[in-house]
């Protein structure tokens, strides 16, 4: 059998060169996940210089704040009213640089011109339109044995949005349009694949026009994954308003899956796409299907679900724009400890919003994958600098929203929990090891108790599909071209690697090669072994276009391991980056070794720095930690300064050297001019 993979990526502007879409064809992943920003449809218009300054940011009190769900109001313009905001008692000084940038936010019709513009780049169609079973898997039989009937095998595609695609820079609950940016995402991601209406020879593959509207492409071959938009909780979700957050199901083995998702789903790269009716994991399926039902036998009946426990893959989408509290301005700080309805523990600031962490908790509990990937279009472990959101966004950023999140994963019971991203122009590999919080001994207790089980939990960032740090950070294309392109590639990618040199990211991975060994012995034990390349040591990142692919092997009878590789623009090149965890590891059956971060010291410096999160027990709270540890402040302090001091010797350098140009011919032909004139 083919190798089983799935495929991931983010941040591609329609205007700029797409390379990758051949790379990933010829990967043949089952499936392709966006992880935000597939468009660029908001429209930059400069810098915020007024916002660069040094301010004292004071923090919020403990208590709630009168029933409102998010702390304090969110109004028109994005800002956040502050009159009903707890008191203030301590803050600090904080330092705003660079300045933000400044866009204009776009309507539905502009959303849809830059989907239709991706849709008609050829090699993304072509990728999404798959092709012929015979031709890909001329020696395997299909699963009902007819080789003689031609069935188009295609990849599905799948996803969440980020800032850009869903219309407004850094955008929150405000944006006027997020219910009809919702639904253009949807439609772009059934772009080729729908099968709403069945012709006599196959079904419905519909695409995106122009006016929005779709119609039917060439319907003379049987096509597999025939999803349906309509039938998508998903896609009724969005219709709803509550954003596009949602769950798919891939069974990488036959035994389990009947004989109609065998026919009609089986995925390009093998496998077979779950319809949400046999999957069971979404609970607005299950509610629906339920209310359906008159006797308990019936329910009972239609409520198992049909897959198999040791060969599949759950994928959960996590929606972080459409219901997200607006970044705080002015003197409101980020780390605002108080919770809003004691019932639903909904954070002050927030990410998801009560109705999406209602449904991601119940459909993490549902699951019953061997893996389950978590989709995030920002990053969750890392606390970077500078601490303003505005600027630079991730989930450390609303503190609570953060620790919710971990609770939830590693509370559910979920096997192998793997974090992905995008957002950030570059790729990376990142780990932070958590305790329960009862398991960590106060100060005053023996702090030489022993090592309580840890749990690992990796966060994956592939982000940069048509430009990144190593090419030019900026999404717009004249910083792609001459003239601006040499100064712009130069600055992006001295900028970030001084930041991967000097920065105490101690989350990021360091790979050694006695563990690059380790991981190969793994791989090499497991059935069906592909081997393949080796992936670099030391720092897990890289700066230029990348995507990422999951790679699964399974065992017959439970476990496994998961590799994740990054791969880059060069045809038949190996990948960038590549680990492999081994299933037990990821779900702390078994050692991930690794971990310096001292215990119990720097669990109980993030628990006292972590907020008072409401949680039955402490038995239910987890601490998490970079699993490198926590920087000393001095490295912290020291690394920020060296970072200014960076950033304006690039940006300023060229301003000037243009200046002492000016002023040097200025002279030179002033004293010329002297000298003609004596």
Known sequence: MPPFRIAVGSCSHPSLPQHLWSIVHQRHPAAFVWGGDAIYADRYSGLNWTAVGLAYVAYGDDSAVDG???????????????SHAPQKKSGEWRFTFPPPSIHIDATPEVIRKWYQKQWNIDSYRQFVEGWDWNEYHPDLRLPDGNNNEAINVRPLIFGTIDDHDYGANNGDLTYRYKRESNLEFLEFIYSGVDGSVDSANGSCNAHLQDDGGQICIDGSQKSSNRRNKHNDPMYQRAIDGKGVFGVQLFDFVSTKVSPKSMSDNILWGGGYWIPEGEALIDPDVIAKQTTHNDSINATQH??????????????FVLDVRSNKTPWPKGKHHHHQ??????????????????????????????????????????QVHPERFPNDGNIVEEWSKFPESQAKLYNLILNSGVKSPILVSGDVHMSQILRKDCIRSSDIPEEDENSRRPLPTKRPLVEVTTSGMTHSWGTSFSSQPKHHTLPLWPYSYFVSRTFMTICHF????????????DMRREEEAMRAMQPDSVG???????????????FGEFEFQFNEGGGGVVSFRVFGK??????????????????????LAGMTAKYPQDFLTMKRRGTKSKVSSSKDEWICVPYRGIAPALHEYTANAILFVTFCSLFFSPHVLLIAVFVVVRRRWTRRKEVEVS
């Not at 239609?302 to 994928?315: R, W």
């Not at 000097?502 to 090669?513: E, G, N, Q, S, Y």
């Not at 393949?532 to 990348?546: E, I, M, P």
């Open 68 to 82: 409102n769900s998010y702390g304090a109001a969110s109004v028109g313009d994005g800002n956040i009213d502050t």
């Open 570 to 591: 060069g045809k038949d090149q190996p990948p960038k980056l590549q680990m492999t965890w081994s299933l037990n590891q990821l779900s702390g059956k078994t050692d």
């Open 337 to 378: 400890s108080s919770t809003g309805d004691d019932d639903n523990n909904v954070p002050v600031l927030d990410f998801l919003g009560e109705e999406q962490w209602k449904w991601f908790q119940s459909a993490l509990s549902n699951s019953k994958a061997a893996v389950n990937l978590i989709v995030s279009g920002l």
């Open 302 to 315: 239609i409520l198992q679900s049909n897959y198999s426990t040791t060969h599949s893959v759950a994928i």
């Open 502 to 513: 000097v920065c105490p990211w101690r989350d990021l991975v360091i790979r050694t090669a």
């Open 532 to 546: 393949g390349a080796r992936g670099k040591v030391g720092k897990q990142y890289d700066l230029g276009l990348n």
